[in-house]
């Protein structure tokens, strides 16, 4: 489990997170109808390494992209194409991460395309709440499932669903640690957070189903009902009274 012990690391991980805050900062006004997902995943690769950083994910387990570009029904790992055009009324989640002095960072977000229905945009604020929920949690003695529980009864409050197949996860010298934090669950379970632990909190959700299935590719992870699904994600430190949001 990793944990933060000198002021040190503790700065080494904040310069990382802001890489990728620059990042979405960098490619957020590309995101517009006509634009393909490959051309956003290439600026999102210049932008990494020319503020000094490593794409975390290209590479990763053979994914072939820095960034994760998923739209529409896509949950998760939408592979960046240029045949992928995002049109008006689109939704689009995008996932990176940057390795710097040793420590990864990892964050998502999901963005309009144009005008879109009331109901997607429903669905981006609900995530980002549920982030937020999540996030507020994460503070020293409280347990990993208070983090997931926060998350699930923010989603089932607006009548959505919390994605189980995949989670969020310790993160640190690696891009992906113990332990891993679910969407959802009962309050009071699994590991107690200690102060400077580092997390990569991140809840999908569903407009209709939960269920999903992944694509002959390996990696594409669609609804199973076609219907939308949205994606937050910031990695974060656990603080004494409050977490500190690093990317």
């Known amino acids: 489990m990793a944990i933060l012990r000198t002021a040190e690391d503790v700065e080494k991980i904040r310069f990382s997170g802001s890489i990728l805050k620059k990042v979405f900062a960098g490619i957020e006004h590309l995101i517009r109808p006509g634009i393909s997902t490959s051309d956003i995943d290439a600026e999102a690769e210049r932008l990494i390494l020319e503020l000094g950083g490593e794409p975390a994910f290209k590479g990763y387990r053979g994914f072939p992209a820095t960034i994760c570009a998923s739209v529409n029904e896509v949950v998760v790992h939408g592979i960046p194409d240029k045949s992928t055009i995002l049109e008006e009324g689109d939704i689009i989640g995008v996932d990176a991460g940057v ?124 609804t199973k009902d076609g219907m939308l699904s949205a994606h937050f994600e910031d990695t974060v430190i656990v603080g004494k009274e409050r977490a500190e949001r690093l990317t």
């Open 99 to 222: 390795r710097k002095n040793g420590y990864y960072t990892d964050a998502a977000r999901t963005y309009a395309v144009g005008k879109i229905s009331p109901e997607a945009e429903e669905l981006i604020r609900v995530t980002s709440e549920c982030l937020s929920a999540g996030i507020e949690k994460a503070v020293l003695g409280n347990r990993v499932s208070d983090i997931s529980n926060a998350i699930q009864r923010r989603a089932e409050k607006a009548g959505m669903k919390e994605v189980r197949m995949f989670v969020g996860h310790g993160i640190g010298k690696q891009l992906h640690e113990a332990p891993e934090v679910p969407n959802w669950g009962e309050k009071g379970r699994g590991p107690v957070l200690k102060e400077g632990m580092l997390l990569a909190i991140e809840p999908m959700i569903n407009l209709g189903t939960r269920d999903i299935k992944v694509l002959s590719d390996g990696w594409t992870a669609v």
